[in-house]
């Protein structure tokens, strides 16, 4: 009996053990959560989260600026991009007139046959980038400067080809009379391409 009673003041004495170190444990998170929400409820005024704001005020007026100077600096970028454009053709002409002379000059061998070969070949260039140089002019002119472009343009191939048979007909009948006219139809085309790209091109 006294064995019983001994064991129950035991459980007893374990029982007020738990319940007091839960009561302690419950009593320090609370104290912690109680700060916290006093810490949370000071930040506002702290000197730190005032810094924090005026950056982001900066920051948000700064983003502001940039989009109030966006419009000028697309408008810089396309006046440039315009410029550069005729810079790069006329660039780009002259590197081809330097390439199309060294096939010219340098022909296979001097038949006539490898010769109208060579010219044939000048052509199709110089006719390519006759086009692709009018297809921009029609993206950068107004309709009225275009539709005067398109009349004075079939004229000249007119003339161009005019031109040519004019020149050909010195070798009427020979072997020759092909790659005259040929030949002076590159020539003229190559110039019209430089004249468009410095007369028009903006």
Same mark, same amino acid.
């Given at each position: 009996?006294?064995?019983?009673? +001994?064991?129950?003041?035991?459980? &007893?004495? /374990?029982? !007020?053990?738990? #319940? %007091?170190?839960?009561?302690?444990?419950?009593? @320090?998170?609370? %104290?912690?959560?109680?700060?916290?929400?006093?810490?949370? %409820?000071?930040?506002? +005024?702290?000197?730190?989260?005032?810094?924090?704001?005026?950056?982001?005020?900066? %920051?948000?007026?700064?983003?502001?600026?940039? =989009? /109030? @100077?966006?419009? =000028? =600096?697309?408008?810089?970028?396309?006046?440039?991009?315009?410029?550069?454009?005729?810079?790069?053709?006329?660039?780009?002409?002259?590197?081809? =007139?330097?390439?199309?002379?060294?096939?010219?000059?340098?022909?296979?061998?001097?038949?006539? !046959?490898?010769?109208?070969? &060579?010219?044939?070949?000048?052509?199709? &260039?110089? @006719?390519?980038?006759?086009?692709?140089?009018?297809? /921009? #002019?029609?993206?950068?002119?107004? *309709?009225?400067?275009?539709?005067?472009?398109?009349?004075?343009?079939?004229?000249?191939? @007119?003339?161009?080809?005019?031109?040519?048979?004019?020149? *050909? #007909?010195? $070798?009427?009948?020979?072997?020759?009379?092909?790659?005259?006219? /040929?030949?002076?139809?590159? +020539?003229?085309?190559?110039?019209?391409? $430089?004249? #468009?790209?410095?007369?028009?091109?903006?």
């Amino acid at each position: 009996m006294n064995h019983n009673r +001994n064991v129950l003041m035991g459980m &007893v004495l /374990v029982v !007020f053990m738990i #319940l %007091a170190a839960c009561g302690k444990s419950s009593d @320090d998170s609370s %104290a912690a959560m109680g700060s916290q929400s006093t810490q949370k %409820a000071e930040s506002p +005024n702290t000197p730190t989260n005032t810094e924090n704001s005026n950056d982001t005020t900066e %920051a948000e007026n700064i983003k502001t600026n940039e =989009k /109030v @100077d966006a419009p =000028k =600096k697309e408008e810089n970028v396309s006046t440039k991009t315009t410029a550069s454009l005729k810079e790069d053709y006329l660039k780009k002409l002259n590197a081809t =007139k330097k390439e199309m002379d060294e096939m010219r000059n340098n022909p296979i061998d001097n038949t006539t !046959f490898a010769l109208k070969k &060579v010219e044939g070949d000048l052509y199709d &260039v110089w @006719d390519g980038l006759l086009n692709e140089i009018y297809g /921009v #002019l029609k993206e950068q002119l107004p *309709s009225e400067e275009m539709e005067q472009l398109r009349k004075e343009q079939r004229e000249w191939i @007119d003339y161009r080809d005019r031109t040519a048979k004019a020149a *050909s #007909l010195k $070798f009427e009948g020979g072997t020759m009379e092909q790659l005259e006219y /040929v030949a002076v139809q590159n +020539n003229l085309t190559e110039e019209r391409c $430089f004249e #468009l790209v410095e007369d028009y091109m903006k």
